[in-house]
């Protein structure tokens, strides 16, 4: 019997990156994020259901960007944190606000915002930022 899913792998990819959707092993109880195929503690053993993470963590480790890749200059200088969410797994990702309150362990949540236009007319695209709170 197969227990792959009919979603498409895209939309799957999207509803992770957009939504925090990650798993957990029924088995072990470890949450996964992005989500993994297998356990790599249990293995055959484990069995692992779709997880809704909160969006909220803290700043496991950051630093400031002065040199931007090309797209992305008029932004500097910006953060980019490692993000230790409250269920435990950690995310790479760009911090906004108040970054006066910038400091390892300080809290953070997850909001929707542009990370970047193409062109003065073009497509913008979106994505998970991590706001200090
Ligand atoms: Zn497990």
Redesign the pocket.
């Known amino acids: 019997m197969s227990h792959r899913s009919s979603v498409p792998l895209a939309w799957r990819r999207f509803e992770a990156r957009y939504r925090l959707v990650g798993n957990r ?6 949450i996964y994020f992005p989500p993994n195929a297998i ?5 055959r ?4 259901e779709k997880y809704q993470l909160k969006g909220e963590g803290k700043i496991h480790t950051y630093t400031i960007i002065h040199a931007a890749p090309s797209g992305f200059e008029k932004r500097v200088p910006y953060c980019i944190a490692i993000i230790e969410l409250d269920e435990g797994p950690k995310v790479l990702g760009e911090v906004v606000g108040d970054l006066t309150l910038l400091d390892i362990g300080a809290r953070v949540r997850a909001v929707f915002r542009k990370i970047y236009e193409d062109g003065e007319d073009g497509i913008i695209h979106y994505g998970l930022k991590w706001e200090l709170v």
């Open positions: 092993c029924l088995t072990c109880g470890t356990c790599p503690k249990c293995r053993k484990g069995k692992l």
